[in-house]
Protein backbone atom coordinates (compact mmCIF):
# COMPACT_ATOMS: atom_id res chain seq x y z
CA UNK A 1 0.00 0.00 0.00
CA UNK A 2 1.38 3.63 -0.92
CA UNK A 3 2.12 6.26 2.02
CA UNK A 4 1.48 9.66 0.48
CA UNK A 5 3.91 10.59 2.89
CA UNK A 6 6.71 8.34 1.37
CA UNK A 7 8.32 9.17 -1.81
CA UNK A 8 11.32 6.75 -1.75
CA UNK A 9 11.24 3.37 -0.32
CA UNK A 10 15.19 2.83 -0.03
CA UNK A 11 15.56 -1.42 0.62
CA UNK A 12 18.90 -2.02 2.17
CA UNK A 13 19.91 -6.18 2.05
CA UNK A 14 23.09 -6.84 3.90
CA UNK A 15 24.47 -9.74 5.69
CA UNK A 16 27.64 -9.61 8.37
CA UNK A 17 28.76 -6.48 7.62
CA UNK A 18 28.44 -3.78 10.15
CA UNK A 19 30.97 -1.66 9.73
CA UNK A 20 29.69 -0.85 6.45
CA UNK A 21 26.06 -0.47 7.45
CA UNK A 22 26.39 1.61 9.47
CA UNK A 23 27.79 4.60 6.87
CA UNK A 24 25.31 3.87 4.51
CA UNK A 25 22.57 4.52 6.71
CA UNK A 26 24.74 7.76 7.68
CA UNK A 27 24.52 8.66 4.45
CA UNK A 28 20.54 8.31 4.01
CA UNK A 29 19.29 9.86 6.86
CA UNK A 30 21.45 12.71 6.66
CA UNK A 31 19.78 13.61 2.97
CA UNK A 32 17.98 17.03 2.84
CA UNK A 33 15.59 15.63 0.76
CA UNK A 34 13.43 13.98 4.35
CA UNK A 35 10.48 12.10 2.38
CA UNK A 36 11.67 8.05 2.53
CA UNK A 37 11.41 4.96 4.31
CA UNK A 38 14.29 2.54 5.07
CA UNK A 39 13.77 -1.14 5.17
CA UNK A 40 16.75 -2.66 5.97
CA UNK A 41 16.94 -6.25 5.90
CA UNK A 42 19.14 -8.15 8.03
CA UNK A 43 20.02 -11.33 6.93
CA UNK A 44 23.26 -11.47 9.36
CA UNK A 45 23.89 -14.82 11.28
CA UNK A 46 24.77 -12.62 14.67
CA UNK A 47 23.33 -9.79 16.32
CA UNK A 48 26.20 -7.09 15.38
CA UNK A 49 24.37 -5.24 12.41
CA UNK A 50 21.31 -5.28 15.04
CA UNK A 51 23.35 -3.68 17.13
CA UNK A 52 24.52 -0.88 14.53
CA UNK A 53 21.08 -0.42 13.45
CA UNK A 54 19.13 -0.27 16.36
CA UNK A 55 21.53 2.84 17.94
CA UNK A 56 19.99 5.08 15.27
CA UNK A 57 16.51 6.41 16.41
CA UNK A 58 14.91 7.21 13.46
CA UNK A 59 11.14 6.91 12.71
CA UNK A 60 11.93 6.24 8.90
CA UNK A 61 13.89 3.09 9.46
CA UNK A 62 12.21 -0.05 9.30
CA UNK A 63 14.66 -2.53 10.88
CA UNK A 64 13.54 -6.41 9.17
CA UNK A 65 15.42 -9.60 10.86
CA UNK A 66 15.44 -12.03 8.31
CA UNK A 67 18.55 -14.57 7.78
CA UNK A 68 19.34 -17.70 6.56
CA UNK A 69 17.96 -16.55 3.55
CA UNK A 70 19.20 -16.55 -0.08
CA UNK A 71 20.57 -12.64 -1.55
CA UNK A 72 17.06 -12.55 -3.53
CA UNK A 73 15.16 -13.67 -1.12
CA UNK A 74 16.49 -11.23 1.18
CA UNK A 75 16.24 -8.41 -1.28
CA UNK A 76 12.33 -9.10 -1.82
CA UNK A 77 11.55 -9.33 2.19
CA UNK A 78 12.26 -5.32 2.20
CA UNK A 79 11.18 -4.78 -2.17
CA UNK A 80 7.52 -6.59 -1.02
CA UNK A 81 6.97 -3.95 1.71
CA UNK A 82 7.42 -0.94 0.47
CA UNK A 83 4.93 2.00 0.68
CA UNK A 84 6.58 4.85 -1.62
CA UNK A 85 5.88 6.13 -5.10
CA UNK A 86 9.57 5.02 -6.24
CA UNK A 87 12.27 1.76 -5.04
CA UNK A 88 15.63 2.19 -4.57
CA UNK A 89 18.12 -1.11 -3.13
CA UNK A 90 21.20 0.10 -2.16
CA UNK A 91 23.99 -3.04 -0.98
CA UNK A 92 25.71 -2.12 1.58
CA UNK A 93 28.38 -2.22 0.37
CA UNK A 94 27.05 1.55 -1.55
CA UNK A 95 26.93 5.57 -0.40
CA UNK A 96 24.12 7.42 -1.40
CA UNK A 97 25.81 11.07 -2.05
CA UNK A 98 24.83 14.41 -0.19
CA UNK A 99 22.23 15.56 -2.16
CA UNK A 100 20.93 12.52 -4.28
CA UNK A 101 17.31 12.30 -3.07
CA UNK A 102 16.54 15.76 -3.47
CA UNK A 103 18.08 15.63 -7.20
CA UNK A 104 16.44 12.09 -8.05
CA UNK A 105 12.85 14.10 -6.79
CA UNK A 106 13.07 16.89 -8.98
CA UNK A 107 14.05 15.04 -12.13
CA UNK A 108 11.25 12.78 -11.62
CA UNK A 109 9.01 15.85 -10.46
CA UNK A 110 9.43 17.16 -13.87
CA UNK A 111 10.04 14.47 -16.52
CA UNK A 112 8.37 11.67 -15.21
CA UNK A 113 10.80 9.21 -15.94
CA UNK A 114 9.51 5.64 -14.89
CA UNK A 115 13.36 3.92 -14.66
CA UNK A 116 16.66 5.97 -13.95
CA UNK A 117 19.75 4.67 -13.71
CA UNK A 118 23.31 6.12 -13.36
CA UNK A 119 26.87 5.29 -12.70
CA UNK A 120 28.70 4.87 -9.68
CA UNK A 121 31.78 6.29 -7.95
CA UNK A 122 34.50 4.91 -6.43
CA UNK A 123 35.68 4.58 -2.47
CA UNK A 124 38.66 2.49 -1.77
CA UNK A 125 39.31 2.68 2.10
CA UNK A 126 41.42 3.76 4.49
CA UNK A 127 40.15 6.71 2.08
CA UNK A 128 40.12 7.18 -1.16
CA UNK A 129 38.18 8.79 -3.69
CA UNK A 130 37.70 8.67 -7.49
CA UNK A 131 35.13 9.59 -9.81
CA UNK A 132 33.58 7.24 -12.42
CA UNK A 133 33.92 8.48 -15.68
CA UNK A 134 32.11 5.36 -17.13
CA UNK A 135 29.22 6.65 -18.67
CA UNK A 136 28.57 9.21 -21.59
CA UNK A 137 28.56 12.58 -20.89
CA UNK A 138 25.13 13.57 -21.70
CA UNK A 139 22.22 11.97 -19.94
CA UNK A 140 19.63 10.25 -22.60
CA UNK A 141 17.03 8.06 -22.99
CA UNK A 142 17.86 3.91 -23.68
CA UNK A 143 15.97 1.48 -25.36
CA UNK A 144 15.28 -1.16 -22.98
CA UNK A 145 15.81 -3.85 -26.09
CA UNK A 146 19.44 -1.92 -26.80
CA UNK A 147 20.74 -2.77 -23.28
CA UNK A 148 19.22 -6.33 -22.89
CA UNK A 149 21.33 -6.68 -25.97
CA UNK A 150 23.76 -6.21 -24.11
CA UNK A 151 23.28 -8.36 -21.52
CA UNK A 152 22.56 -11.71 -23.69
CA UNK A 153 25.94 -11.72 -25.26
CA UNK A 154 27.45 -11.66 -21.59
CA UNK A 155 28.53 -8.19 -22.08
CA UNK A 156 29.52 -7.50 -18.26
CA UNK A 157 30.45 -4.22 -19.01
CA UNK A 158 27.71 -2.72 -20.51
CA UNK A 159 25.94 -4.10 -17.77
CA UNK A 160 26.07 -0.81 -16.10
CA UNK A 161 23.34 1.00 -18.05
CA UNK A 162 21.13 -1.52 -16.70
CA UNK A 163 18.88 -0.98 -13.45
CA UNK A 164 20.35 -2.59 -10.74
CA UNK A 165 21.13 -1.91 -7.02
CA UNK A 166 23.48 0.99 -5.82
CA UNK A 167 22.55 2.46 -9.81
CA UNK A 168 18.92 2.75 -9.94
CA UNK A 169 15.79 4.58 -9.27
CA UNK A 170 12.25 2.54 -10.42
CA UNK A 171 8.92 3.47 -9.99
CA UNK A 172 6.57 1.00 -8.15
CA UNK A 173 4.03 1.35 -10.49
CA UNK A 174 6.95 -0.89 -12.18
CA UNK A 175 7.13 -3.15 -9.54
CA UNK A 176 3.93 -3.87 -9.03
CA UNK A 177 2.91 -4.71 -12.24
CA UNK A 178 6.18 -7.41 -12.15
CA UNK A 179 4.88 -8.67 -9.10
CA UNK A 180 1.39 -9.20 -10.57
CA UNK A 181 2.85 -11.29 -12.72
CA UNK A 182 5.91 -13.28 -10.86
CA UNK A 183 5.49 -12.49 -7.15
CA UNK A 184 8.59 -10.92 -6.86
CA UNK A 185 11.06 -8.53 -8.43
CA UNK A 186 13.87 -10.33 -7.86
CA UNK A 187 14.61 -13.94 -8.63
CA UNK A 188 17.46 -16.48 -8.03
CA UNK A 189 20.59 -16.95 -8.53
CA UNK A 190 21.32 -13.02 -8.63
CA UNK A 191 18.98 -10.11 -7.38
CA UNK A 192 20.82 -7.59 -9.10
CA UNK A 193 20.53 -9.13 -12.93
CA UNK A 194 16.94 -10.81 -12.63
CA UNK A 195 15.73 -7.13 -11.42
CA UNK A 196 17.35 -5.62 -14.19
CA UNK A 197 15.57 -7.82 -16.83
CA UNK A 198 12.83 -7.67 -15.43
CA UNK A 199 12.52 -4.48 -15.52
CA UNK A 200 13.77 -4.20 -18.91
CA UNK A 201 11.61 -5.82 -20.30
CA UNK A 202 8.57 -4.04 -18.42
CA UNK A 203 9.39 -0.76 -19.69
CA UNK A 204 10.24 0.31 -23.11
CA UNK A 205 12.77 2.98 -22.32
CA UNK A 206 14.96 3.73 -19.20
CA UNK A 207 16.81 7.13 -18.56
CA UNK A 208 20.69 7.55 -18.07
CA UNK A 209 21.93 9.89 -16.28
CA UNK A 210 25.39 11.66 -16.24
CA UNK A 211 25.46 12.19 -12.73
CA UNK A 212 26.69 9.49 -10.65
CA UNK A 213 24.55 9.49 -7.46
CA UNK A 214 26.01 7.04 -5.87
CA UNK A 215 29.70 5.53 -4.60
CA UNK A 216 31.16 1.78 -4.50
CA UNK A 217 33.07 1.29 -1.27
CA UNK A 218 35.90 -1.79 -1.91
CA UNK A 219 38.51 -3.57 0.22
CA UNK A 220 41.10 -2.01 -1.84
CA UNK A 221 42.10 -0.90 -4.85
CA UNK A 222 42.42 -4.74 -6.34
CA UNK A 223 39.78 -6.38 -4.33
CA UNK A 224 36.18 -5.68 -3.77
CA UNK A 225 33.52 -6.75 -1.46
CA UNK A 226 31.00 -9.41 -2.68
CA UNK A 227 30.80 -13.20 -4.51
CA UNK A 228 32.60 -11.84 -7.84
CA UNK A 229 35.75 -10.95 -6.86
CA UNK A 230 35.77 -14.12 -4.86
CA UNK A 231 34.50 -15.63 -8.34
CA UNK A 232 37.07 -13.84 -10.08
CA UNK A 233 39.90 -15.04 -8.11
CA UNK A 234 38.73 -18.70 -7.62
CA UNK A 235 38.92 -18.44 -3.83
CA UNK A 236 37.44 -21.00 -1.32
CA UNK A 237 34.27 -18.53 -0.78
CA UNK A 238 33.69 -18.59 -4.48
CA UNK A 239 33.95 -22.74 -4.43
CA UNK A 240 31.77 -22.83 -1.62
CA UNK A 241 29.57 -20.01 -3.48
CA UNK A 242 28.84 -22.78 -5.96
CA UNK A 243 28.66 -25.52 -4.41
CA UNK A 244 25.65 -23.99 -2.10
CA UNK A 245 23.83 -23.36 -5.69
CA UNK A 246 24.57 -26.78 -7.09
CA UNK A 247 20.97 -27.12 -7.78
CA UNK A 248 20.68 -24.25 -9.72
CA UNK A 249 23.51 -24.62 -11.69
CA UNK A 250 22.17 -28.29 -12.54
CA UNK A 251 18.61 -26.80 -13.64
CA UNK A 252 20.13 -23.83 -16.16
CA UNK A 253 22.33 -26.11 -17.75
CA UNK A 254 19.79 -26.75 -19.99
CA UNK A 255 20.01 -23.15 -21.52
CA UNK A 256 21.86 -23.95 -24.49
CA UNK A 257 22.62 -20.64 -25.67
CA UNK A 258 25.11 -20.70 -22.42
CA UNK A 259 26.72 -24.12 -24.36
CA UNK A 260 29.51 -24.48 -21.12
CA UNK A 261 27.77 -26.16 -18.48
CA UNK A 262 28.44 -25.85 -14.68
CA UNK A 263 29.14 -21.84 -14.86
CA UNK A 264 32.97 -21.54 -15.11
CA UNK A 265 32.95 -18.26 -16.38
CA UNK A 266 30.99 -15.03 -14.10
CA UNK A 267 29.22 -14.44 -17.00
CA UNK A 268 27.43 -17.01 -17.23
CA UNK A 269 25.51 -16.74 -13.77
CA UNK A 270 24.31 -13.16 -15.89
CA UNK A 271 23.34 -14.95 -18.41
CA UNK A 272 21.51 -17.81 -16.97
CA UNK A 273 19.86 -15.45 -14.59
CA UNK A 274 18.61 -13.29 -17.63
CA UNK A 275 17.94 -16.13 -20.07
CA UNK A 276 15.55 -17.43 -16.97
CA UNK A 277 13.72 -14.13 -16.77
CA UNK A 278 13.09 -14.53 -19.99
CA UNK A 279 11.81 -18.48 -19.62
CA UNK A 280 9.69 -16.86 -17.12
CA UNK A 281 7.90 -14.34 -19.04
CA UNK A 282 7.50 -16.64 -22.36
CA UNK A 283 9.82 -14.25 -24.58
CA UNK A 284 11.80 -15.35 -27.50
CA UNK A 285 15.74 -13.96 -27.04
CA UNK A 286 16.04 -14.09 -31.04
CA UNK A 287 13.47 -10.91 -30.90
CA UNK A 288 16.74 -9.28 -29.68
CA UNK A 289 19.44 -10.80 -31.25
CA UNK A 290 19.84 -13.85 -33.18
CA UNK A 291 21.08 -17.05 -31.59
CA UNK A 292 23.89 -17.15 -33.40
CA UNK A 293 25.06 -13.31 -32.52
CA UNK A 294 24.30 -14.40 -29.16
CA UNK A 295 26.82 -17.56 -29.15
CA UNK A 296 29.26 -15.18 -30.69
CA UNK A 297 28.69 -12.61 -27.79
CA UNK A 298 29.45 -15.07 -25.35
CA UNK A 299 32.46 -16.87 -26.54
CA UNK A 300 34.16 -13.25 -26.89
CA UNK A 301 33.38 -12.13 -23.36
CA UNK A 302 33.77 -15.57 -22.17
CA UNK A 303 37.55 -14.74 -23.40
CA UNK A 304 37.75 -11.22 -22.75
CA UNK A 305 37.21 -12.39 -19.15
CA UNK A 306 40.22 -15.36 -19.60
CA UNK A 307 42.35 -12.31 -20.29
CA UNK A 308 40.82 -10.07 -17.32
CA UNK A 309 40.79 -13.13 -14.73
CA UNK A 310 44.07 -14.30 -16.07
CA UNK A 311 45.89 -10.90 -15.80
CA UNK A 312 44.65 -10.64 -11.86
CA UNK A 313 47.47 -13.93 -11.63
CA UNK A 314 44.25 -16.73 -11.98
CA UNK A 315 45.09 -20.08 -13.42
CA UNK A 316 42.98 -20.21 -16.63
CA UNK A 317 44.02 -22.87 -18.34
CA UNK A 318 40.84 -24.91 -17.37
CA UNK A 319 38.70 -22.56 -18.80
CA UNK A 320 40.68 -21.71 -22.21
CA UNK A 321 40.65 -25.31 -22.52
CA UNK A 322 36.66 -25.61 -21.83
CA UNK A 323 35.67 -22.67 -24.44
CA UNK A 324 38.17 -24.28 -27.48
CA UNK A 325 36.60 -27.19 -26.86
CA UNK A 326 33.07 -25.82 -27.11
CA UNK A 327 33.82 -23.19 -30.05
CA UNK A 328 35.27 -26.44 -31.93
CA UNK A 329 31.84 -27.85 -31.79
CA UNK A 330 30.19 -25.15 -33.35
CA UNK A 331 29.81 -23.94 -36.93
CA UNK A 332 32.65 -22.39 -38.99
CA UNK A 333 30.41 -18.88 -38.95
CA UNK A 334 30.67 -19.11 -35.33
CA UNK A 335 33.96 -19.73 -34.88
CA UNK A 336 35.07 -16.65 -37.60
CA UNK A 337 33.20 -14.86 -36.42
CA UNK A 338 34.77 -15.40 -32.80
CA UNK A 339 38.46 -14.79 -34.76
CA UNK A 340 37.20 -11.94 -36.38
CA UNK A 341 35.88 -10.43 -33.09
CA UNK A 342 38.97 -11.18 -31.04
CA UNK A 343 41.84 -9.91 -33.43
CA UNK A 344 42.21 -7.03 -31.69
CA UNK A 345 42.35 -8.49 -27.85
CA UNK A 346 46.48 -9.88 -29.38
CA UNK A 347 48.18 -7.30 -28.09
CA UNK A 348 45.69 -7.39 -24.15
CA UNK A 349 46.78 -10.97 -24.49
CA UNK A 350 50.20 -11.04 -24.00
CA UNK A 351 49.53 -8.20 -21.43
CA UNK A 352 47.44 -10.88 -19.11
CA UNK A 353 50.20 -13.10 -19.65
CA UNK A 354 52.86 -11.18 -18.68
CA UNK A 355 50.66 -9.93 -15.52
CA UNK A 356 50.16 -13.66 -14.77
CA UNK A 357 53.50 -14.50 -14.55
CA UNK A 358 54.83 -11.38 -11.97
CA UNK A 359 51.64 -12.37 -9.79
CA UNK A 360 52.52 -15.94 -10.09
CA UNK A 361 56.35 -15.37 -8.30
CA UNK A 362 56.26 -14.07 -5.10
CA UNK A 363 59.18 -11.78 -5.70
CA UNK A 364 57.73 -9.36 -8.81
CA UNK A 365 54.16 -9.32 -6.75
CA UNK A 366 55.89 -8.35 -4.01
CA UNK A 367 57.58 -5.81 -6.17
CA UNK A 368 54.03 -4.81 -7.78
CA UNK A 369 52.59 -4.34 -4.52
CA UNK A 370 54.91 -1.59 -3.24
CA UNK A 371 54.65 -0.01 -7.06
CA UNK A 372 50.88 -0.06 -6.48
CA UNK A 373 51.17 1.64 -3.41
CA UNK A 374 53.22 4.47 -4.95
CA UNK A 375 50.93 4.68 -8.64
CA UNK A 376 48.00 4.97 -5.87
CA UNK A 377 49.60 7.08 -3.36
CA UNK A 378 48.10 10.55 -5.34
CA UNK A 379 45.07 8.84 -6.94
CA UNK A 380 42.04 10.42 -6.49
CA UNK A 381 41.33 12.62 -3.57
CA UNK A 382 42.48 11.49 -0.34
CA UNK A 383 39.93 11.67 3.35
CA UNK A 384 40.54 10.84 6.44
CA UNK A 385 36.62 9.07 6.40
CA UNK A 386 33.53 8.18 4.31
CA UNK A 387 31.78 10.84 6.15
CA UNK A 388 34.29 13.74 5.14
CA UNK A 389 33.97 12.01 1.72
CA UNK A 390 29.78 12.46 1.87
CA UNK A 391 30.02 15.89 2.65
CA UNK A 392 32.55 17.03 0.41
CA UNK A 393 30.95 15.35 -2.51
CA UNK A 394 27.08 16.96 -3.02
CA UNK A 395 25.59 16.45 -5.95
CA UNK A 396 23.93 19.70 -7.50
CA UNK A 397 21.03 20.41 -7.96
CA UNK A 398 18.86 19.23 -10.45
CA UNK A 399 18.06 21.74 -14.08
CA UNK A 400 15.39 21.54 -16.57
CA UNK A 401 16.60 19.94 -19.67
CA UNK A 402 15.83 22.69 -21.52
CA UNK A 403 17.49 21.78 -25.20
CA UNK A 404 15.67 18.31 -24.69
CA UNK A 405 18.64 16.29 -25.09
CA UNK A 406 18.12 13.14 -24.58
Same mark, same amino acid.
Given at each position: $??????????????????????????????????????????????????????????????????????????????????????? $????? @??????????????????????????????????????????????? $??????????? $???????????????????????????????????????????????????????????? @?????? +?????????????????????? +???????????????????????????????????????????????????? @????????????????????????????????????????????????????????????????????????????????????????????????????????????????????
Amino acid at each position: $MQNKEVFFSIVIPTRDRPDLIESLIFSILNQTFESFELLICDNSNNELTQEVITSFDDKRIQNIRTGNLEMSENYNAGINRTSGNYL $MCISD @KGFLKQGALKYLYDLIQNEKHQCITWALDNFVYPGNFSQSNLYKKQS $MLLDSGYILKF $MLQGDYRNYEYAPMHCTSCISIELVNSIREKHDNLCQAQNPDYTMAAQVLLETSHIYNLK @KNLAIL +RNVSTKDGYGTGHSLAKKTQES +RTFLNDHAKWIKYTNKFTDVPIKDCPFIIDLMLKDTYKVLEDNDIDPNIFLS @KEERLVGYYYFAYDEILWRKSLGVNMNDEANLLNAALSREKNSIQEAFKERTAHLKFQAYIAHFKYIIKRNSFTAFLLKIFRKLRYFNFGTQYSSIEDCYYDNVVENYKPNLRNEY
